[in-house]
């Protein structure tokens, strides 16, 4: 499924670095792009299964993402202070386009 996506991306600045009053940068701010999510049966499953064996095989422990927020980046539309209500409408709009359009082919493989 084709989909506009964000997340909160917190910043890590270096703690001694100075800023002019009024300046300051906010903690964190939001990235907007476009993706693909992955349902069970385009391949989803098999990509869970290559995980597991992966984190068995060389010991990994980190946090995994979950099963239903796996997704295909394909393309930044900008990092805002807040998701802009006119960005995300835009966004949308031109998804819904070139969605409709399927105007491209996209095979993945091994």
Same mark, same amino acid.
């Given at each position: 499924?084709?989909? =506009? %996506?964000?997340?909160?991306?917190?910043?890590?600045?270096? +703690?001694?670095?100075? @800023? /002019? +009053?009024? &300046?300051?940068?906010? +903690?964190?701010?939001?990235?907007? &792009?476009? *993706?693909? /999510? /992955?349902?069970?049966?385009?391949? *989803? $499953?098999?990509?869970?299964?290559?995980?597991?064996?992966?984190?068995?095989? @060389?010991?990994?422990?980190?946090?995994?993402?979950? *099963?239903?927020?796996?997704?295909?980046?394909?393309?930044?539309?900008?990092?805002?202070?807040? /998701? +802009?209500?006119? =960005?995300?409408?835009? *966004?949308?709009?031109?998804?819904?386009?070139?969605?409709? $359009?399927?105007?491209?082919? %996209?095979?993945? =493989?091994?």
């Amino acid at each position: 499924m084709f989909m =506009v %996506c964000s997340y909160r991306h917190l910043r890590c600045d270096m +703690p001694d670095q100075l @800023f /002019l +009053p009024g &300046f300051e940068r906010h +903690p964190a701010f939001d990235v907007l &792009f476009f *993706a693909l /999510l /992955l349902e069970a049966k385009s391949g *989803a $499953s098999q990509i869970l299964r290559l995980r597991q064996r992966l984190c068995e095989e @060389f010991g990994l422990s980190g946090r995994r993402i979950a *099963a239903d927020l796996l997704h295909i980046s394909l393309h930044g539309i900008g990092a805002y202070d807040g /998701l +802009p209500r006119a =960005v995300v409408q835009r *966004a949308k709009e031109a998804g819904e386009r070139f969605w409709r $359009s399927r105007s491209i082919s %996209c095979w993945i =493989v091994r």
